[in-house]
């Protein structure tokens, strides 16, 4: 049995931006591992592929094991393909059996508008379907297959993934199996609640004077993290390989990923990796890609002054219930703030932005590629300037910018233009006025 992990349709992609703009769906994190993670290991798959939107194909390859969009893998074995939203912990489906298609169908809608959440095709039924693609395979299922509506959980927005990240912290730390300091604890040090709800991984330093707080939760300790003095960890908590703890207060609730450098107070956040926020400010219910730099003082609001359900633009315009009173920021790859910034509750921050202060909140939706000066969206000094210190800043940490990545990102610039041109036109309206 193979398994194939789909990255589809659009429009559910799209809920996942900015964050999605520049990785498939199922590389996104909850808890210690990404949602792709949970799926291989739910199902026991040893042969592992996947497609993907093909404006990041190349780039994914460099970075992943599994064969990416490769028509070739849609042939000679039985096939479970699965929607990256779903969830890895209530999808019960068995891997091998009868061929069947399992649609999400949205009530009082007919069978032709549902997504695909799984399809099990068996090799002998391969033969009745067309299989260009991946896209004519699942439509081609559909039509000649048996299709149920199964009772399947799904991940629909980022923030959801936020949301159940302690929950999700504490299975992982269970299912992970692994507890007790392979790596050095410097004396002096506190770790309060059971010795067994914690693990310090091979070559991670917990400096003197650190608390680690599992009375309420796990905390993992991955390889090579390094904690500095004054540091206060509350579980559960996650720190991926090589991250770096400067003095932080990591409240309860965090999923730090791998090569980062936090300090200052982190509450309930989800970090992808190599990312930094090295000084003081508060990040709270957070989700922040990879290489986002948040400029010292960098703080984010993540509960109104009502205590109502907070909304995220996700379009710049349709604003989205969250049905939660506590959601901070969703930050996209390569954005660096600068001293100062506040971010408003339920703030959208694009991809590839460059946000300066202004003394105040800042707008809820700023678009991908912009340029935030003096309290507008401008071009600043365009998209190459954006490039070069990405460029920079990934070889800070020996990670190449490469021409599969630069493709990549000129096609999320014209993806995200519509947006970021409107907005635009307003800053400059709002320019001229001063």
């Not at 194909?57 to 393909?81: C, E, F, H, Q």
């Not at 959440?117 to 699942?138: C, F, M």
């Not at 359900?309 to 790859?333: A, F």
């Amino acid at each position: 049995m193979r398994l194939i992990l789909y990255d589809g349709p659009l429009e559910k992609r799209a809920n996942f931006h900015p964050l999605s703009l520049s990785r498939p769906v199922w590389e996104l994190r909850c808890g210690m591992s990404t949602l792709a993670e949970k799926l291989i290991a739910k199902v026991g798959a040893t042969d592992t592929a996947c497609f993907v939107p093909e404006y990041m194909a190349d780039s994914y390859r460099a970075k992943t094991d599994m064969k990416v969009n490769d028509p070739a893998i849609l042939a000679g074995d039985d096939l479970l393909i699965v929607n990256a939203r779903v969830k890895a912990a209530g999808f019960d489906v068995s891997p091998t059996g009868p061929s069947e298609v399992g649609l999400d169908l949205p009530t009082g809608q007919a069978g032709a508008d549902g997504h695909v959440l799984y399809a099990r095709i068996a090799a002998t039924d391969l033969g009745k379907l067309t299989a260009g693609g991946i896209d004519e395979l699942l439509a081609s299922a559909r039509e000649s297959l048996p299709t149920v509506t199964p009772d399947l959980p799904t991940w629909n927005y980022t923030w959801d993934l936020v949301l159940a990240n302690p929950e999700q912290l504490a299975e992982d730390f269970k299912s992970a199996g692994r507890s007790g300091i392979e790596g050095m604890v410097e004396q002096p040090n506190a770790i309060r609640g059971s010795d067994k709800d914690v693990f310090v991984g091979a070559g991670a330093v917990v400096h003197p004077m650190v608390v680690i707080d599992a009375e309420n939760g796990p905390v993992y300790l991955d390889e090579d993290v390094e904690v500095h003095p004054f540091t206060r960890i509350e579980g559960p908590c996650y720190v991926g390989k090589k991250s770096i703890l400067l003095g932080a207060k990591c409240r309860e609730g965090n999923s730090i990923g791998p090569v980062c450098r936090i300090g200052g107070e982190v509450e309930e956040s989800i970090i992808q990796g190599y990312s930094n926020k090295y000084h003081d400010g508060f990040l709270g219910h957070a989700y922040v890609g990879e290489w986002v730099n948040l400029g010292a003082l960098t703080t984010n609001s993540d509960l109104k002054n009502d205590y109502s359900d907070v909304s995220v633009l996700l379009n710049g315009k349709r604003p989205v219930n969250t049905g939660s009173t506590k959601v901070g920021s969703l930050i996209g790859d390569h954005t660096k703030t600068a001293i100062g910034t506040l971010l408003n509750t339920g703030s959208y921050v694009g991809a590839m932005a460059l946000i300066m202060p202004t003394g105040k909140p800042l707008p809820k939706f700023i678009p991908s590629f912009a340029w935030f000066l003096e309290g507008a969206v401008t071009k600043g000094f365009g998209r190459k300037k954006l490039y070069e210190t990405a460029k920079i800043a990934m070889g800070r940490r020996k990670c190449e910018w490469t021409e599969a990545e630069l493709a990549m990102w000129e096609t999320i610039f014209e993806m995200t233009a519509p947006i970021r041109d409107e907005a635009l036109r307003r800053g400059r309206r709002k320019m001229l006025k001063k």
